[in-house]
């Protein structure tokens, strides 16, 4: 089990002027908040990410339900930090489910990416962990069906074996750290022989790309619980029971979207460079700035395909 230390948040806004953390927090996130606002949300944010980190496996659902739920209704503006998602985008997800029909979203959120989806043809079923999201933003009537689930004990809310793909974009980094083998192997559970499940999350030498960004941390302190690496994901995978995982080189500007084992070895070959010649989050930062030319990814994005049955 992972420690359950608390973050301390008691001085972050004296870390910067307090013109340059609204500029930040505008130039990141978006929406035209003010001082207030911005408190109100890293107050809020803080109460609940220490709520999420003390939770119990007993406890947990109620205790992300709840959050979240808390989340989009007390900070309205909140429900615009969508990811800047645009068709390109979405369209690199369509081209990584390949053949997949019946396909299962885990942390729909505004619904963006998996309303295109259902469009496109596909048997689409969105799921949250709250009712402040999901169905709220897209009805059933648009071709999406909805869940509510954990986002984690994934075959107590559908049938095993029963998804061509599951995927997720952004979720897995707002998971308790205890949850994410249980999230994996549940993920292998429900899909069919020959699917697969298809995950983005923002890459930890990047970040942090919660909150915690705008005041200028090395590590995230608020909602985003772990942020991981393409070490730990392939780890998690394969000890999940995955049989194959590769990661995944886009381009929505080049309409490109291949999954390639290889790929994943090469990712995985740079964070062992970055790890002897970057100690600080900040050299890692840098470093992963320039790696980019080399293809060095911004986020975790890998593809753990099942090729036997459960």
């Not at 989009?72 to 990584?96: G, K, Q, V």
């Not at 009712?131 to 509510?148: A, D, I, T, Y």
């Amino acid at each position: 089990m992972q420690s359950t230390a608390l973050p301390d948040r008691s001085q972050l806004f004296a870390r910067l002027s307090e013109d340059e953390i609204v500029a930040r927090y505008r130039r990141v996130w978006g929406p035209d908040v003010g001082l207030d606002e911005l408190k109100a949300q890293a107050r809020l944010e803080g109460e609940l990410t220490d709520r999420l980190l003390r939770s119990t496996p007993e406890n947990r659902w109620s205790e992300f339900s709840e959050a979240y739920g808390r989340l989009f209704s007390e900070l309205p503006w909140h429900r615009t930090n969508e990811s800047l998602a645009n068709d390109r985008d979405y369209e690199i997800w369509r081209r990584l489910l390949g053949p997949a029909r019946k396909i299962l979203e885990i942390g729909s959120g505004g619904g963006g990416l998996i309303r295109h989806l259902a469009a496109r043809g596909f048997q689409a079923y969105g799921s949250e962990v709250t009712r402040e999201r999901g169905e709220k933003c897209v009805p059933n009537g648009e071709g999406v069906e909805w869940l509510q689930t954990d986002g984690v004990n994934l075959s107590h809310f559908v049938a095993e074996n029963g998804f061509d793909a599951v995927f997720s974009d952004q979720v897995f980094e707002h998971l308790h750290p205890d949850d994410h083998l249980t999230h994996l192997s549940e993920a292998r559970k429900v899909l069919a022989s020959g699917g697969r499940y298809i995950l983005r999350a923002p890459h930890r030498s990047g970040g942090p790309r919660d909150l915690s960004e705008i005041f200028g941390l090395d590590e995230a302190v608020f909602l985003h619980l772990c942020e991981p690496d393409y070490a730990l994901m392939h780890s998690l995978c394969l000890r999940a029971g995955f049989d194959r995982v590769s990661a995944v080189l886009a381009s929505g500007r080049l309409g490109v979207a291949l999954a390639s084992p290889l790929f994943l070895r090469y990712q995985l070959a740079i964070e062992r460079l970055e790890s002897k010649f970057a100690r600080s989050q900040e050299q890692k930062r840098r470093f992963r700035k320039l790696a980019r030319r080399l293809l060095a990814a911004d986020a975790v994005w890998i593809v753990a395909e099942k090729t036997r049955p459960t």
